[in-house]
Structures are given as C-alpha cells and as structure tokens.
C-alpha cells in the first residue's frame, strides 16, 4: 500500500482519504468533486425530471438503494428496466418502501418482488404512523456516489412532471452520513422483507379498509398504465384457440412470427386459467415472460422456479433445464397447474419436454413457436398433439402489414469455417472470435453498413470481445457505436436502446441480447455479423427490425459462410422446411424469380454465396439423397436422427432402400440394440401398418412397455388404453370387463400373444432397447396421423380405432381417404367428387387457376355459414348425382373439403374439412349450383383465406 501511495505522491500533490471497509484500511485519491466541494442541485421537477437523473446514475452504479413512503405501479414500470440491468450486470439494490397510508399500490410492490439477482426489497410497517424518506443513494466501481433526497416518491408524476424538489449532491461528506442512515432503518424493527406473503396479506388488508382521501387523491393524480390490448392477428389466434377448447382439445400450437407477440398471446389465452406454468429454455425468455404476464396480471403471485424452494404462486416461470429434472419434477403434483405455456426451444431439449409434458396433466396446454417447418417447430408440434390451430408466419405478417417489408442481402463470408472447431452442434467460441474479431472483417462490416445502412442499427456478435471490437472500430470511423453483453464493462442496455430510439446511437453490437422483447421500431438494420446455427435464433434476431414504422424497409446484412450450418439461414429465409431437395427448389425459385415474396421485399444473394449454397447443395436423388442427408446430420448434431428427423426432411424410414429402419440405421454405421433383430417383426409391423388412429398407435409403446416387463389381464391393457387416450385428448370408452375386446387387436400383433387370458411377449431373447425402438417408430408413425384430437366416441375395443375428420382440421388429399376407409388411388381421388359406401365427398379448390373452358366451376362463400357450390358440367338434377347431392338418396353422407388454392408454398396444399353441410337450395342445371348451409359457421382465421365475406351471417 505505501509503494502505491508513493507512485501517486511522485506525480505531484495530492490529498488522500483513509477509511476502512469490511475490515481492511484503505487509502485512495480523492475525486474532484471532494476536493472542490461540488456544490449540490436542485431538481425541480416539469421540464426538469428526476427520472433522467435518476438512469443516468442507476447506468454508472454498482449499489443501488432507495427508501421511499409509497410505490405506485406506473414508477416502478418506468423504473424497471434499468434496474434489470443493473441486476443482470451484477449490480446490488435495496429497496426499503413504506405501507404509509396504504398508498402503495399491490401491483407495484408485485413489480419490486418479481426483480431477480442481488436485491433486497423490504416493507417499512408504519403501523398507523408516519413514513416519509425519499431517498436514492449511488455507488460506482471506484467508490464515488451519490445522494438524492427530496420529495418524489415512486410514481409517474413524481418522476417527471409534478412539481418535486429534489437535491443531489457527489461530494462524499454529504453523501456518506445519508448512507449511514439508511443502514440504520435497515435494522429497525418494523422493516420486514417483502415477500409475496406479505404483499398477499396488504391487499386483503387494503380492501376491507377504505383508503383515507389523501390516499385516494395521490392515486387519483397519477396516470395509470394502459392496459393491453390484443391486435388483430392475436384475437384471431385467441378465436381459434377457444374454439380448439371447445372443441374437445386439450393442447394446440401457435404458429406466429417474432414480432407478432407469442408471449402476448399466452398471456391473454391463459388469463382465464388460474393456475399457469411458462416454460422456456432461455433465462432472458423467462424475464421476459414475466414483464409481458404482469402487464395481464398486475396483482397476480408470481414465481421463478430455481429448484431451490416449491415455489407458491399463481403463475410459475421455469426453465426447463431446472423443472425438467426428475428431483424436481415428481415435486409437483400432476395436477398442479390448469394451463402451460411451451415456448419454442431447441431439438435437443424435445426429450425432456416430453417427460415433463408426460407428467402433468393440465387443462390446456399451448405451444408457441416461429418456425413450424423445421426440426425444432415438429417436435413441438408432436408435443402439442400435432394440433395446429393458428398459423401466421413471416410473410404472412408482413402481408397483413403488421411487419415491416424487408430488403435481405446474402453477402460472401471470407472466413475459411471449414478450419473453425465444430462441438456441440456449434462453432468453437474462442476460435470462431479469433476468426471474426480482425481488421479485415471489421473493414468489410463497416463497408457493408455504410453501402446499404438505413436508420439505426443492431448487429449481432458471437462474443463479448467480437461486439468490443466492431464497436471501437466502428466509433474510429466516426460512427455513434457501442458494444451490449452481460459483463460489466457493457454499455447500458435499456438506455442504449433509448439512444438507438432517438437517433442518438448508430449502431449496437449484441452478445447474447435483444434476442427476445425489444421494441424499437426505428431500427432500420439488422447485421447478422456471426453464425446462426438455429432457426430460432435467426428468425428472433431478424425480427428485431421487423417493427412496422410507416415507409420503412429493414435492411438485412447476413454474412453466409462455406459450412452446412449456414443453410439453416437459407431454409430459414426462403420458408424451404427440412431437407436439401426443399432448400434447393426454393433456392431456384428465387434465381428464376418465380418465388413470391410479400410486397416490398427481397432477397439478394452475392455470386459467390450462390457458389457456396450451390457446393453445400448437391444435385442427388432417392436413396442417395437419404444418405446424404443422414450424414450430414450426423456430423451436424453429433448423432444419428431419429426417424421422425429423416421424415420430416421429407423421406420415408420404412423406404430407405435398406429394408427396415433399423437396418438402415445399422447400415449408416450407427449401433443398434440386438432387440431390434429379434423383434424385427414387431418393430416391421409398425412401420408399415395402416393405423387408422392415433390411440390405437400410441397405445403400442404402453403395451410393450408393460408387457415387456409383466403379463398384463386385460383390465390392465384396456387401462392402458385409457390412459393413453386421455393423454392424446381423445375419447375413449371400453368395456374393461370384456376380455375378447381388450385383446382383439394385440393378439395380431406380431411377437404378442394371449394365453391364459393375459398379454405377453410370445418369445424371449434380447429385450433391451427394445421399449426405446418402439418409441422412436411410434413417435414417426404419430407424426403422419392426423386424427390426434379426434372426437369419436365409442363404446367397445373393435370400433375404438375408427377414424372420423375433425371440423377445422387440414388433410392433404392423400390423406382423406384413410379417414374412410379407403386407400388413395390417384385415378379417383384427384377428381372433385368421390363416393365411399354412404359418404360422398367433396374435394373444392376455390381458386381454380388456368382449368379448360366447360369445366371452371364456380364456388364461393356467400357468408361464414353458407357456401355456393357448383356441380361439374353434365350434370342434371334428376341424375343420380343430383339425388345424392339433394339428400333424395337416403343414407348418404355428404362430407365437405375446401382448400383456396391448388399450391401452398409450392406444394399441394391441403384441404380444410368443413362438416357435414346441409342442402339449402339450387338452380340450374348442367351444371347445377347448390347453396349449401354449413354445420359451423367458418372461424375468423380461415376467412382470409378462403375469401369468406365480411359481413355478419343473416342466418346466424
């Protein structure tokens, strides 16, 4: 210490000041401020807020404490924010507020309790007495501070308009014996924490007692928060999901582009729900989930789980990292919450969302995701019983302007990624900054943004020293630049943010941030200035631009490199799904110009990316391609696929062209269990089987699972059942004490056998691995049966396994046939009408395209439960078709399918099923046209698309 003070002494006079601190003596120069005796100043209040004072020295600080007599909900929504940050770069704050007259507000002190890090929030129990601190102390790094104290308690007028005076001084003889103080009203006894207890107990209190008329006036002055309110889009998908619960469905996804509020839409879905459980796989989510659910919920009990305690409240956020632990989770009741929320989440954590999703049984259960085509987006369909009920993605969010259009530019990476480490499914960090932080790659960053920059901008980096290095090169060439990540030496977050809103930033560079709740309209660019492994993280990233200002056109800077990881950008993008052969069409399509893009937009490929895409895309076909494909990801994800995987890339398990899955999977040099020799027939049998329910499926791995443990009576099979029918929402009702129908279909079930009136596995031998086999084919086989939430009833095993189509629901016109019976036969199915015994079906495209002359039928909607629908052109009333048609011919059902048009993204869209409609009328003849009255009126989300008119149904 004395050769120190001794270095400071040789640079000139100085004055020191001595203290001690936690037990040691410390000697340090004293500031400026000390020496001069800064005077202190008053703020006023009107033109001169507190609340600019008061973030600019919470962004500098390290402490933070206030002691105020009241909180209203509107300062401490002001507030929040920068008091997150300063938590979240390791900052402390204690937070003492008083009961004084009731005033606070509960939804306030909610607020206070839902800050998470190093904070300490405290009550002062005025017990009928007097309460009336209005202090904030602040203390940096190096030990500087200050105080204000003064007359502004928390809320929005005392924060910026009202007239408040309020006086801050730095100078530490000031500063220090108010700190002194405020140590002391820790310690006095009618300080208590402020737990959700506590806060449960106030609001009881302050609602049997009235408030006094100061209290009442205080309040009365503020200006309170608006409430949200959903916007179109949402009230569509809030429309669709009551009709899904009504309905019979008990889990449904939701399909809606970053930028179009998924967790809004959660939080306005589940405000009915008493119990609700937010799951996510990213902390940043969950802070965000909580903000957007305490807007909805102002007073509601909240909780973080951590796995530390059981937390109690109305509303529980957890990760699944931590919930999805079996210490954790057999804690919870199954029964504990009546609605969860599953945001989107990576592939690798579909295992164990499963396990947790298999232990509670909630009345709803929603999942949101942005990206329904890919990998991560199936499997939280399969998760959500393959039951979409909303869908609007990117371009059909920018159709509907509530997205801004955008010009994306697919510029050439330098960087050599092939000699980059790949672990984990990632680009080793260190490496890949050693590659990215350099002068070249700066320089061109910077010469991308000047060429094509518009308004404000965010980029996004791989690392703390990548975003470090772009800012100080960037602010060297003369623009406004800073660098935000969780250190911290990071520029404030909110508050940068605030620049970029004003215009008085350039550009931020971000690490790990702004990923997820960033509501910053003016941004005009978005770089892309590292690699993006998922889609997910893609599409939030690029949705930070996509806030609609009027006349605005993001700019989208994306560098695209020489490794596979980049076509998931590409796929991503050009909505391509899974598989090289999708990416590949898609990518023609967009050279030759006949992609449709949403107006305003697109997307721009530099030559040499072209080459690059081309070299990662190679021409194969058929068996060849599978192998590929396999290959690729294997090296990608450091394990083979699952047979859901190689499906949804759009191929076939059961036609791999090496006999069975299994032993495809055997011949990619991939190890596979010896159960799945011995039971090859079982496990054959289930990939090729015709399972015409998805009860009748599942049910398979319940049974093998318990059969290959114990013979099962048949009471147990038809519980087995049971159970799985409840768990995929559908009905079923079996007679437990007919053994014959327990059994009748598991005793043609290859290697199971009935003896003794139990189940049993007919033969031994290796059983190990078995269970997960059956699971991996079963979980395929789910994914391409669509009657999941079906909702026939019936009454014994042999009918149980029929299948009906679900109101609302779309099936491909290959998949119609199966839900009567009937296998797909290109020479009958592909034209409009089709009899099946007593059903005749009606497949309609509304949107007939360039059909010869004579046979363009004309159909359309005359409102959402009527539809005009004209026969073929030979047809007479009195004709047997025209009976059937009628209703003359008894015993015949007529089932109705509409679609818009042939094409969705290039493929055949599928058909909506619209019921069994009711013959209202005709005229005509050759053809003839019928006025049909539809069982349900049409829900609001389909009226778009299939042209059904605005105005109110007469009918109805």
């Not at 007097?130 to 790094?141: C, D, M």
């Not at 518009?454 to 100080?472: K, N, Q, T, Y």
Request: neutral net charge; contains cysteine.
């Amino acid at each position: 210490m004395l050769a120190q003070v001794s270095e400071v002494l040789k640079k000139g006079p100085a004055v020191l000041r001595a203290y001690s601190e936690a037990g040691h003596f410390l000697i340090e120069v004293a500031d400026e401020a000390e020496l001069s005796h800064a005077p202190a100043t008053l703020i006023t209040g009107g033109a001169d807020h507190l609340f600019d004072t008061l973030i600019k020295h919470i962004d500098g600080s390290r402490d933070v404490d206030l002691a105020v007599a009241f909180a209203l909900e509107s300062g401490v929504a002001m507030l929040e924010p920068y008091l997150e940050d300063l938590l979240d770069r390791g900052g402390a704050l204690r937070i003492v507020v008083g009961d004084y007259l009731d005033i606070s507000e509960p939804a306030a002190l909610r607020r206070i309790s839902d800050l998470q890090g190093r904070v300490s929030a405290n009550v002062y129990e005025t017990g009928g007495g007097s309460f009336h601190p209005k202090a904030w102390f602040f203390r940096a790094a190096d030990r500087s501070g200050a105080a204000i104290v003064g007359s502004s308690n928390l809320s929005r007028t005392a924060l910026t308009n009202g007239v408040e005076w309020n006086l801050r001084t730095v100078a530490a003889r000031d500063w220090q014996p108010a700190l002194a103080a405020f140590e002391a009203l820790l310690q006095a006894p009618q300080v208590k924490p402020l737990t959700p207890d506590w806060i449960d107990s106030y609001v009881k209190r302050r609602r049997q007692a009235q408030l006094p008329t100061y209290a009442r006036a205080v309040v009365a002055d503020d200006v309170p928060l608006d409430r949200p309110e959903p916007h179109e889009i949402q009230r569509e998908a809030l429309a669709a999901l009551g009709q899904s619960r009504v309905a019979g469905h008990r889990a449904g996804m939701v399909v809606l582009a970053t930028g179009l509020g998924k967790t809004w839409l959660s939080a306005f879905d589940s405000a009915g729900f008493d119990r609700v459980l937010f799951l996510a796989h990213r902390e940043e989510i969950l802070h965000q989930a909580v903000a957007t659910f305490r807007r909805i919920r102002p007073e509601a009990r909240f909780g973080l789980f951590t796995g530390q305690a059981k937390t109690e409240g109305d509303l529980l956020f957890a990760s699944i990292q931590t919930l999805g632990r079996p210490e954790h989770l057999q804690r919870f009741d199954p029964e504990a919450f009546d609605y969860i929320v599953m945001d989107e989440f990576h592939h690798a954590s579909a295992a164990s969302y499963r396990q947790l999703i298999d232990h509670f049984r909630p009345k709803f259960l929603l999942g949101l995701t942005a990206t329904p085509d890919r990998t991560d987006g199936a499997d939280l369909l399969m998760l959500c019983g393959d039951n979409l009920v909303y869908r609007c993605d990117l371009f059909d969010g920018i159709r509907r302007g509530y997205l801004s259009p955008f010009q994306y530019y697919g510029v050439a990476d330098d960087i050599d990624y092939e000699h980059i480490p790949w672990r984990s499914s990632r680009f080793d960090e260190e490496a890949l900054t050693q590659a990215l932080a350099t002068q070249a790659r700066a320089q061109n960053a910077l010469e991308q943004f000047n060429g094509k920059r518009e308004g404000p901008a965010i980029g996004f980096c791989v690392s703390r020293r990548h975003a470090e290095f772009l800012a100080h090169y960037f602010s060297n060439a003369g623009l406004r630049a800073v660098a935000v990540h969780s250190g911290a030496d990071s520029a404030p977050r909110t508050s940068s943010l605030e620049g970029l809103r004003r215009g008085d930033l350039d550009i931020l560079f971000a690490v790990d941030m702004f990923n997820e709740g960033v509501d910053v309209p003016q941004i005009g660019t978005v770089m892309m200035l590292r690699p993006t492994e998922s889609a997910i993280l893609f599409l939030q990233q690029l949705g930070r631009g996509l806030r609609k200002v009027e006349h605005k056109v993001l700019k989208i800077i994306d560098y695209i490199g020489n490794h596979r990881s980049f076509l998931t950008k590409v796929r991503t993008l050009l909505a391509a799904g899974d598989g090289d052969r999708s990416t590949s069409r898609r990518l023609d399509e967009l050279l030759a110009g006949t992609m449709k893009l949403p107006p305003g937009c697109s997307i721009t490929y530099e030559l040499e990316v072209i080459e690059f895409l081309r070299s990662l895309l190679p021409a194969r076909a058929g068996q060849e391609e599978g192998e590929a494909w396999y290959r690729a990801f294997v090296l990608r994800e450091r394990r083979r696929p699952q047979a859901v995987e190689f499906a949804r890339a759009g191929f076939d398990p059961s036609k791999s062209g090496h006999g069975t899955w299994f032993e495809f999977v055997r011949d990619m040099s991939d190890a596979v269990p010896r159960s799945a020799q011995t039971f090859a027939a079982l496990l054959r049998m289930i990939e090729i089987t015709r399972f015409e329910s998805a009860v009748q499926l599942a049910a398979i791995s319940t049974i093998v699972a318990e059969v290959a443990v114990d013979r099962l009576d048949h009471v147990a099979v038809s519980r087995a059942l049971g159970a799985t029918a409840f768990r995929l929402g559908a009905r079923l009702a079996i007679d437990v004490t007919a053994a014959s129908d327990a059994f009748a279909f598991w005793e043609r079930t290859p290697h199971v056998r009935v003896a003794d009136q139990r189940l049993e596995l007919a033969r031994g031998g290796d059983r190990e691995g078995l269970i997960e086999l059956v699971d991996e084919l079963v979980t395929w086989r789910l994914s391409t049966i669509r009657d999941v939430k079906s909702q026939t009833e019936v009454t014994e095993i042999s009918s149980a396994f029929q299948i009906s189509p679900v109101l609302w629901e779309e099936y491909t016109r290959e998949e119609i046939p199966a839900l009567f019976g009937a296998t797909f036969n290109p020479g009958n199915w592909n034209s409009g009408i089709v009899r099946v015994g007593e059903a005749l079906i009606l497949l309609t495209t509304l949107k007939k395209g360039s059909l010869a002359t004579g046979n363009h039928y004309e159909d359309r909607f005359l409102s959402p439960s009527r539809m005009e629908w004209q026969s073929q052109t030979q047809t007479t009333r009195a004709s047997e078709r025209g009976r059937l048609l009628s209703g003359q011919a008894r015993g015949t059902h007529i089932h109705l399918f509409v679609r818009s048009e042939k094409l969705r993204n290039g493929k055949a869209a599928p058909f909506v099923y619209l019921g069994q409609p009711i013959f209202a009328g005709w005229r005509g003849e050759k053809p003839i046209t019928i006025t049909w009255e539809l069982p349900r009126p049409v829900p609001v989300h389909y009226h778009r698309m299939l042209g059904v008119p605005k105005q109110a149904d007469r009918a109805e």
